[in-house]
């Protein structure tokens, strides 16, 4: 029997998050093993797991798979999500680090100093709405598919699936201008395997709450400082 994926990070999402996707859309059965304090993430540090002693890692076919881009296209291409030759890969490739853009600026919002929440919460919904939202509209138009990229589900869709879900926790409407994204929405989210991943006690994590942000904070050593200049750094690359 093959031993399921083992994934190392905190109980968050984090860049974690759309490796569980991934692996969820696959249909594969993963566990978890979480870490709480400073001290349990150094401890697997000193272990000598973490090859720049930074997580996500994932345990995987007898391999300890770091560094989130990485994991994620071996998870998409052992399991048949990264199209079928270089240049659909080169195409999921394209669509994916537009939509890392995107993902990076709400992770970090929930992280930003109350008095520019408003501020950062209009930065991402007008880059959803005028950058990358557009670019995945005209993608289905284009390509008269019901996914991205070729005729059958692949990395790019569980992406934008997820990212379409996390912008409407910020707007619930934000789709509205957008036919062709909100039926994909709906037909995406009924493939039996991201439906069950959809479901309540399911592995897929909720949006960080203050309780999280503190966990983070212990673990990791941030200060409020990081969390600014992170988001910063990021609208000022826009």
Known sequence: MTKKPVLHYFNGRGRMESIRWLLAAAGVEFEEKFFETREEFEKLIQGGALMYEQVPMVEIDGMNLVQTRAILRYIAAKYDLYGKNLEEQAWIDMYVEGLRDLSDMIMYFPLSLPKEREMNLEYILQRATTRFFPVYEKALR?????????????????????????????????????????????????????????????????PLDDESIGTVKNIFKFEQGMFLKNMSTIVAEY
């Open 142 to 206: 284009d390509h008269r598919q019901d996914f991205l990229v070729g005729n059958r589900l692949n990395w790019a869709d569980v992406q934008l699936l997820e990212v379409i879900l996390m912008v409407e926790e910020c707007k619930a409407n934000v789709l509205s201008g957008f036919p062709l994204l909100q039926d994909f929405k709906v037909r995406t989210s009924q493939i039996p395997t991201i439906n069950r991943f959809l479901q309540p006690g399911s592995q897929r994590k909720p």
